[in-house]
């Protein structure tokens, strides 16, 4: 190294940044000038520390402010902790002490490795300034530190301290300064400048010109440049003519040696920055840098520079080992890389010319760069990696058949580090052949560095134009350079980070005659001259069991070679300038000629030599040996990777000496037995038989037992160890920990595992031989049993970390399920899904479902996912998912694409399925435009398992490829091979798979890899190869279609999918025959242009949440379990964004019908007044339209914007349509009733104009009367005088008009029956019995029914005959018809089985009471009653309609009806169509009859006569006329209005009016419990609708009068005061108009109604009487004096009084919240919830049903109840009769066949069962017997374990349910 010249001092110094303690004066020079170098984690940088508070690495001096306040001395600070740049340092005014800080722990090795760098800088004299200081943690001593660096002989005792690294104790900060202050004294005050600098470095670069000498062997181009650049001449022993140097270069061709270490430095500082890894040396690249979804990996293509590292390292982990062969593209001219050469413009070829041509010294550009070495990126990369990165690295660089570092530079202290962590996870497998008369082959497997092998280590002595890297290739695999050597390409002559590197690599046979070696070998490769690498090469030649040494000449001998000579270890020396072949010298002694000899040759005599000297005695070498070699830095040594390694130590010492195949059994108890029997016996809840509620409960009991008995066996010592020590151990720590538990939990099994694995072959192997034989005797049989005890034994041996992570799992299960805390202090079991969550975001892969149980933990994997959304919120993931046979390359597919570690091995490893989490990078989601967050990889067990065998292995498949299809985004179809039964077999499941997809409404993509394909290339036979394919596909899906019940023709009618596109070819994995093949690079091509066409399709989806998936993985599963799979598929997030769509369509048909209701309000009011005679749909529509379109906004924006929206899609057509409809049906409505109200205000004109002359002559006598008898008569005259007039003009009203009488509804109704003749007895007896009003809550109708008789049954089978001869088909044969009439009066059924909802289909019977009272009721309805009054030939039709429609009924059943249903049925129709027709008679009456509407008015015009008496003025009696009016009018304005206004207040924010469907059906439930009344039960049971509207009617009332009485009142006072200002403005407003345009009387009053004409309505007064008011404000006052009184009645108004008017807000609310469907399943008569009323095509469902006692379900021909639950019953293998008498049954699979009942309803199986309805048939146990006539025994009685739920339980279970 060069010093910089010393600075002239007249020029400016660097910058000195002073501390605010510091003196402001900028001349204050430091009295002291401390370096700090060394460690940068030797202490810890904080506020606190004393000597440096800061972290900024800087060669600024700067005073420190701590110090100064410590001891009040300007003390100037450099920071150059960790920096390589040592040749930096500011040497402009001089240091005065360099601060060595080493840790403890570590001091020795760092002390060493400063030292000789800081030496070599600055030379000898340097050392005098040195201080070194050991830090250590607080609870640490530092014994042994002072000893052990005392072995240093540049180390003096007297420039030692020790300090906390904290530095915060201020004794030990005074007592160092104190020691520095000696050591400065010492050096007489003088500092370390720049002048000291050059002249200690000139007195050691004489030293090093006198010490040694260059040797030059031949001519520069016959020798191998070597391109270490070494930290300085090594120290050699003996004389100066023993020792060989080769001569160097680095940067260019004319420089050789000589260079510094500071030049060294800034070549790799230079190297570095050219590959931007210039910071990555102290910010270490981690695997989460690259575990992300990025761009497909090209290397073919060129790459800049500065991305080289990057590309290097990710085309590595795609498994592709043309990483070291990236091109590079030139990006400046100063880079040289194959340039082609100038042309010259001369076209001259003179002779003269050659010298110039051949010259090359004239143009050469010394200054020209050249790329950077393949093996100077892999190896900066490694430097530039963090210990986690290092080992995938490694890893890979195995998988490529490379070399290996096991000795490594450190590329600025140069210390030797051994990467033994890095090496920990490579695990290797291979044949050894023992030479015997058998040639034993045994298999073994094992962690490489345990492997205890030969080592045989080259090395070179100088300089060879032969290359020793080439020469090693050929004895290992000579078709693969697993050593780089000169001629690989990309290799240039500079290079400057391998030399001193030694690389590993083995040989591993395959059992195989043509084996190079017969067992593994280890080969040792040391990089550079070994004369230069002292402490390497003595390593490897003390561990190595053959040494090779390349030497120039046996002419010079070497110290080096002499002491092998006396080594008794095996020695083989390569000459370069002898030409003969091994000659054996001494024993073990070999030397071979290299001159004029093919590198073949010499291979193969190198084998044969290596052979012959390993067949004898040798040592072995052992990786984890390198731990103990002195001056080599171990990279676990690493105190966070011990601790790691502690904690991992402390759990699998437990399992020391244990037999590998017990550790599962004793220490992971939870998955063993007891899981595997818990997914067994959950599996049968699926497949019940017999009594399957009695066998429920029991199977449900076991399953509790045994979560119990997992709870009780859970906390096992490695468990506990595990688990405390995952939460307990930092992040870093835990990585550490887990990958130890990794490597030593392989270690502990692999060489078992290959043990039983070899005899399993074996056996297997036997077990062919004799089945190939025909052999049939018993030893076939033995050989078979012990075949199948190596099989279990291979299951129990396995033993994995994934097996520890399942443990928490079934822990976390068992806990949950019994929700149980531990105890003692154990670890809390709710904190694994925590602990698993941030393991998968990290990026470990978890197990989705158990491969030995196959079963997936449903409860465990929620939970899981719930805390990964808590920690990163709801992400979008886009699930890619394989399926493929078993060993056909899935996981190594996966791997090699996205850089993942699935496991993968020989043979089928992935059992079960493994998802992981990968994040998209921002450059591939923006570029793409993707519109997830996360991939998430699901990695499957394979197809076609040779463990299953026949059906099995087919529905074991269908269930894994069903699952993960649906489960999957995209799912890619890997077909291994060109075996057309096995791909037939494949296509066959995944196309089944889709199929159910499609009918599910699960639209997945798919892409087909078609792996170890021969001539991939040949496009011919590709697109042959598709067209085969397409076929294939298209012949399953029709073969699939048949089995799913779909109509399919071709593959693309199932997905869309395109054979040109969807297809892709991979090539062969290995290029060669493992274990020594490399993988083939055209395989990682293939995989990479599969990546791009999945991110391709990607971009085209939107991905699903993680919420949506965790649902997803649950519905799939849930269905799975049942063998229909498209009926019991539930997608609960689908129905979880419809139930919340269902409340905002809820909400957006309120805003409608509120708004229609107020239009309603407003043009009744008009008619009344007398201002609108027709309606016209027109107007309603434009009145609505603003509501309506903000509506259509409203919903587009929910439609586009939501999440949900891909999801919502589906919906979005159907309900655009029936909010429409409802709009229109809204208007269709009022424009009915608005009508009807016109044609009762025509139907009264005659009447109406009747009144107005009634009036004002009324009103004129009145006038005439008073005026008469004023101060004449006394007040009780008027009253006898009044009534004489009134008497008169009343008589002249009701002229020629008959009363209208009351209506006699019973006394008709009884004529009517008997007049269809039915007798008088009869019918009195029906009515006295009152059994009729119940009629459709009837438990049976036995006491109804006759049973046909043998000659009925006989005369009805003849018809049918006759009937079916005409149609061609055959009749059904009497005595059939007898035989059938037989069984069912003897009770004798084929099967006990087999159920009936009742013997006698009383369900049927009473669906057709609910049909024939729905059809009488709309028909009656239709009749004009309100405006033409009633007549009793209406209920003359009804009768007759019903008789016609029981006859009809009887028709069509193998029974007949008594005349009692008959009569009962009619007298049912009847009292439930009388309320209507009284109400709307009493309508027409109070509208037509002049007698009530005149006494309805005599008090208001005796008071009016009674003013005039008094000589009250016109406008005072015409104001009091108003008010009168008004008064009744504002009443009724009031309570309508307060009515909607109450129904939208509980519409919003009472609890159960404010959701959907659903959400009412909860409460309803809710009341009925609370009040344990069995009448309303059976209501609700039998008329769900009628309940509803009762509890509607019920909650309105209590909350109007009772729970927001308070709230109620406010809304009728606010109501009153909007009134009372609208007509206060409307008198102003009148009063003003009139008075502008000088109007009268009629005209005030014109504008005075017509301004109320909406909101009040207001009765015709005559004028003629008040022409003469002329004063209009007195008239305002007088109204407004009479308002007063009105408005204080009103506000005194009673809640109850809006009974009286039109509008009611419980009937709101129902004609709202009951608008919806109401069809019970035919089973258990549950209500189908959804919102609309006409879902179609939409199945109706409910999410829980009940039990079919609930709704008197059976067995047929016995009085045993059911008290099955329908949702059991889909699931199991019983059968029921539909109608409850044919004998026909129908198996509940296949409930939908039964008829169109049955048809439309969708019941998922389900094992669960709603508590609510279980407490319910305890509860009313006795009612129920009683109600059906049945009794809960035999086959029905009721489980045990439904007597323990409570009433309590009941109300919790429906919040649990149904919010869920």
């Not at 049989?781 to 129990?796: F, H, V, Y």
């Not at 509607?1592 to 729970?1603: A, G, L, N, T």
Request: net charge negative.
């Amino acid at each position: 190294m060069e010093c910089d010249p010393v600075e002239d001092p007249h020029e400016p110094q660097h910058s000195v940044t002073k501390s605010a303690s510091a003196a402001s004066n900028n001349t204050v020079m430091p009295e002291l000038t401390l370096l700090l170098t060394g460690d940068r984690n030797s202490i810890e940088i904080g506020t606190k520390n004393i000597l440096l508070d800061h972290d900024e690495q800087t060669n600024v001096e700067q005073f420190s402010a701590k110090l100064y306040d410590l001891c009040g001395r300007h003390i100037s600070v450099i920071n150059m902790l960790g920096l390589p740049n040592i040749d930096r340092v500011p040497l402009n005014q001089g240091i005065h002490a360099f601060l060595l800080l080493v840790p403890y722990g570590q001091h020795n090795s760092h002390y060493k490795s400063r030292v000789q760098l800081l030496e070599k800088t600055f030379g000898r004299g340097f050392l005098s300034y040195v201080m070194t200081v050991v830090t250590h943690e607080s609870n640490e001593k530092c014994e042994g530190a002072l000893a052990d660096l005392k072995a240093n002989s540049s180390f003096a005792e007297k420039r030692y301290h020790t300090c906390t690294r904290t530095m915060t104790d201020e004794k030990e900060i005074v007592s160092l300064l104190e020691k520095i202050d000696v050591m400065v004294s010492e050096n007489d005050h003088q500092s370390y400048s720049r002048l000291t600098c050059v002249q200690n470095k000139d007195q050691k670069e004489h030293l090093d010109h006198n010490s040694y000498k260059e040797e030059r062997v031949g001519t520069e181009e016959e020798m191998e440049i070597s391109t270490e650049v070494t930290s300085g001449p090594s120290e050699t022993k003996g004389k100066e003519e023993e020792m060989e140097i080769s001569t160097e270069v680095t940067s260019g061709p004319s420089e050789t040696k000589g260079k510094g270490t500071v030049d060294v430095e800034k070549e790799i500082e230079t190297l570095l920055s050219r590959l931007h890894l210039q910071d990555k040396l102290q910010q270490k690249l981690s695997p989460a840098d690259f575990l992300k979804i990025g761009p497909p990996v090209k290397p073919s293509n060129d790459t800049c520079e500065k991305e080289l590292a990057y590309t290097f390292l990710q085309t590595l982990l795609a498994l592709d080992y043309r990483a070291r062969h990236i091109l590079v593209k030139q990006e400046s001219p100063e880079v040289s890389h194959s340039q082609s050469a100038p042309v010259s413009d001369s076209t001259d070829t003179d002779d003269n010319d050659l010298d110039e041509f051949f010259n090359t010294d004239e143009d050469s550009d010394q200054s020209k760069q050249t790329h950077v070495h393949p093996m100077d990126v892999q190896m900066a990369v490694f430097h530039c990696s963090d210990s986690f990165l290092k080992q995938d690295m490694v890893k890979k660089l195995s998988q490529c058949q490379y070399a290996l570092p096991l000795l490594v530079p450190d590329p600025v202290t140069m210390d030797i580090e051994c990467p033994l962590w890095t090496l920990r996870q490579i695990i290797k497998t291979w044949k050894v052949t023992e030479i015997n008369d058998k040639d034993t082959i045994t298999m073994k497997s094992m962690p490489i560095c345990k492997a205890e092998t030969p080592m045989v280590s080259f090395f070179r002595l100088g300089s060879l134009s032969q290359s020793k890297s080439h020469l090693m290739n050929s004895l290992i695999n000579d078709t693969h350079s697993t050593f780089f050597h000169r001629n690989c390409k990309g290799s240039t002559k500079s290079r400057h980070l391998m030399d001193g590197v030694a690389e590993i690599a083995w040989y591993f046979p395959a059992g195989n005659p043509n084996d190079s070696f017969t067992d593994c070998i280890a080969f040792c490769n040391l990089h550079g001259d070994a004369l230069m690498t002292e402490k390497q090469h003595e390593i490897l030649i003390d561990k190595s069991s053959v040494n090779v040494v390349f030497v120039p000449t046996t002419q010079k001998s070497t110290a080096v070679l002499s002491a092998l000579l006396k080594s008794p270890k095996p020695l083989i020396i390569l000459v370069a300038d002898k030409d003969c072949g091994g000659v054996e010298k001494k024993p073990g002694k070999y030397i071979v000629g290299l001159k004029e000899r093919s590198q073949s040759d010499v291979a193969e005599e190198l084998k044969m030599t290596i052979k012959k000297t390993l067949s004898g005695p040798h040592t072995s070498f052992q990786l984890e040996s390198m731990s103990k070699v002195s001056g080599v830095r171990v990279d676990e040594d690493d105190p966070v990777c011990q601790k790691g390694k502690s904690a991992a130590m402390k759990i699998l010492n437990l399992l020391q000496g244990m037999d590998i195949s017990k550790i599962k059994e004793k220490f992971l108890p939870c998955q063993g037995n007891l899981w595997h029997e818990w997914c067994r016996i959950k599996k049968e809840l699926y497949h019940l038989q017999g009594n399957i509620e009695k066998e429920k409960s029991q199977k449900e009991q076991a399953l509790t037992q045994i979560r119990q008995e997992q709870c009780s066996v859970s906390h096992t010592n490695l468990m506990k160890s595990f688990t405390e020590s995952l939460l307990s151990l930092p992040s870093t720590h835990k990585e550490y920990f887990l990958k130890w538990m990794q490597i030593l939990i392989d270690a502990l099994s692999t060489d078992d595992l290959a043990s039983i694995l070899q005899r399993y072959d074996e056996k297997w192997s036997e077990v062919l031989a004799l089945k190939n034989e025909h052999d049939k005797s018993p030893l076939l049989d033995r050989k078979q049993n012990e075949l199948e005890q190596i099989s279990k034994e291979l299951q129990s041996a396995t033993f994995g970390l994934e097996h520890i992570f399942r443990e928490m799992g079934q822990i976390y299960e068992a806990h949950k399920s019994q929700k149980k805390q531990t105890h003692n202090r154990q670890t809390d079991w709710s904190k694994y899904p925590e602990l698993a969550a941030d393991l998968m975001i990290s990026g470990h892969p978890m197990e989705l479902m158990d491969g030995d149980a196959g079963y997936a933990p449903l409860t465990w994997i929620s939970s899981v996912l719930e805390e990964v959304i808590r920690k990163l919120g709801d992400q979008t993931v886009f699930v890619l998912s394989v399926l493929g046979v078993q060993s056909s390359g899935k996981s190594t597919m996966l791997n090699a694409m996205f850089g993942l570690q699935f496991a993968v091995s020989a043979g089928r490893y992935t059992k079960g399925a493994f998802m992981q989490l990968i994040k998209v990078s921002e450059e591939i989601r923006n570029y793409l435009k993707l519109k997830f967050d996360y991939f998430l990889v699901v990695d499957t067990e394979g197809l076609r398992a040779v463990e299953l065998a026949g059906n099995t292995t087919t529905h074991h498949d269908n269930e894994l490829s069903t699952f993960f299809v649906g489960l999957g985004n995209m799912t890619l179809i890997n077909i291994f091979g060109e075996n057309s039964a096995e791909m037939q077999d494949v296509l066959q499941i995944v196309v089944q798979a889709f199929m159910r997809m499609k009918k599910v409404k699960l639209s997945p993509s798919c892409v087909f890899v078609h792996q170890n394909v021969s001539d991939i290339g040949a496009a011919e036979k590709n697109m042959d190869g598709k067209r085969r394919l397409q076929e294939k596909l298209d012949d399953m899906a029709q073969l699939a279609a048949k089995e799913e019940d779909c109509d399919v023709k071709c593959f693309s009618d199932v997905i869309a999918f395109d054979v040109q596109k969807d297809v892709k070819y991979f090539a062969q994995l290995w290029e060669g025959s493992p274990p020594m093949a490399p993988p083939n690079p055209r395989y990682s091509e293939n995989v990479q242009e599969l990546k791009h066409i999945i991110l391709s399709k990607a971009s085209q989806s939107s991905g699903i949440t993680l919420s949506y998936l965790k649902r997803k993985i649950q519905d799939l599963w849930n269905a799975l379990m049942n063998e229909q799979f498209v009926f019991s598929f539930k997608n609960t997030l689908e129905i979880a964004v419809y139930r919340k769509f269902e409340v905002q369509y809820a909400t957006w048909t309120w805003t409608l019908r509120s708004n229609m209701l107020t239009i309603e309000n407003q043009l009744h009011t008009r008619i009344e007044n007398g201002k609108l005679d027709v309606v016209e749909n027109s107007y309603l529509f434009t009145e609505m339209s603003k509501t309506f379109e903000k509506i259509k906004e409203e919903m587009n924006l929910y439609f586009e914007d939501k999440r949900d929206k891909d999801m919502l899609v589906q919906w979005r057509g159907r309900f655009e349509q029936k909010i429409k409809e409802f709009h229109e049906e809204q208007v269709e409505g009022v424009k009915k009733t608005l009508d009807e109200v016109v044609q009762q205000k025509k139907a009264r004109k005659k009447l109406d104009d009747k009144k107005t002359e009634f009036e004002n002559k009324l009103l004129q006598k009145s006038k005439e009367l008073a005026h008469s008898l004023k101060d004449k008569a006394k007040e009780e005259e008027l009253k006898s005088q009044f009534n004489t007039v009134w008497g008169e003009l009343v008589s002249e009203l009701s002229a020629g008009i008959k009363p209208i009488e009351d209506i006699t509804l019973e006394e008709d109704q009884i004529s009517v029956l008997n007049l269809l003749g039915f007798e008088w007895g009869l019918i009195k007896e029906c009515k006295d019995s009152n059994r009729y009003q119940v009629l459709s809550k009837l438990g049976h109708y036995s006491d109804y029914v006759n049973q046909k008789t043998q000659r009925d049954l006989s005369e009805e089978s003849h018809e049918s005959k006759k009937e079916n001869k005409d149609t061609g088909k055959q009749g059904t044969d009497v005595l059939k018809s007898a035989f059938n009439y037989f069984k069912q009066v003897t009770g004798i059924v084929p099967t006990t089985q087999q159920k009936g909802n009742s013997d006698l289909s009383h369900e049927q019977i009473r669906s057709f009471i609910s049909q024939v009272e729905q059809q009488s009721l709309k028909k009656i309805q239709t009749k004009p009653v309100a405006t033409r009054g009633y007549r009793s030939t209406y209920l003359q039709e009804m009768a007759q309609n019903v008789q016609t429609k029981v006859t009809e009924f009887e028709s069509q059943k193998p029974y007949a009806l008594r005349k009692e249903f008959t009569v009962d049925l009619s007298l049912y129709v009847f009292d439930r169509a009388g309320r209507w027709l009284s109400q709307s008679h009493e309508t027409y009456r109070k509208n037509n009859n002049a007698h009530t509407y005149s006494e309805s008015k005599k008090d208001q015009y005796y008071s009016i006569f009674r003013s005039f008496w008094k000589g009250n003025s016109s406008a005072a009696v015409f104001g009091e006329m108003i008010c009168e009016n008004l008064k009744v009018s504002a009443v009724q304005a009031v309570c309508n209005k307060t009515a909607i206004d109450l129904a939208g207040e509980m519409r919003c924010s009472f609890p159960a009016f404010s959701g959907n469907r659903l959400n009412l059906e909860k409460h309803v439930l809710k009341s009925l419990a609370e009040k344990e009344d069995f009448k309303s039960f059976i209501t609700y049971i039998r008329d769900p609708r009628s309940q509803a509207e009762n509890f509607i009617k019920d909650e309105v009332h209590k909350y109007m009068f009772k729970e927001q009485s308070h709230k109620a009142q406010n809304i009728l006072k606010n109501n009153v005061d909007d009134i009372s200002e609208f007509v206060s403005k409307a008198l102003f407003t009148a009063t003003q108009e009139v008075k502008t345009q000088k109007g009268g009387t009629d005209m005030w009053m014109e504008q005075f109604s017509s301004l109320l004409k909406d909101k009040l309505t207001l009765d015709t007064i005559s004028c003629q009487n008040f022409r003469d008011i002329n004063n209009f404000d007195f008239l305002k006052e007088e109204i407004e004096k009479g308002l007063v009184p009105i408005k204080t009645e009103m506000s005194r108004l009673s809640l109850d009084k809006m009974k009286d008017f039109r509008l009611q807000p419980d009937q709101i609310l129902i004609d709202q919240l009951c608008r919806c469907c109401w069809v019970t399943c035919p089973f258990c008569a549950a209500v189908c919830t959804n919102t609309l009323e006409d879902h179609s095509p939409d199945d109706h469902n409910v999410p829980f049903h009940r039990s079919g006692s609930v709704n008197g379900g059976g067995f047929k021909n016995t009085v045993e109840m059911s008290v099955d639950f329908c949702t059991t019953d889909v699931a199991s293998d019983n059968s029921f009769y539909p109608d409850g008498v044919s004998e026909v049954s129908v198996p509940y699979k296949q409930y939908r066949t039964a008829g169109p009942r049955f048809a439309n309803w969708r019941i998922t199986p389900d094992e669960s069962v709603l508590t609510y309805w279980t407490w319910f048939v305890c509860r009313f146990q006795q009612e129920l017997e009683n109600y059906y006539g049945r009794k809960f025994e035999g086959r029905g009685e009721i489980p045990s374990q439904w007597r323990t739920h409570t009433k309590q339980q009941a109300i919790e279970s429906l919040d649990e349910t149904y919010s869920a």
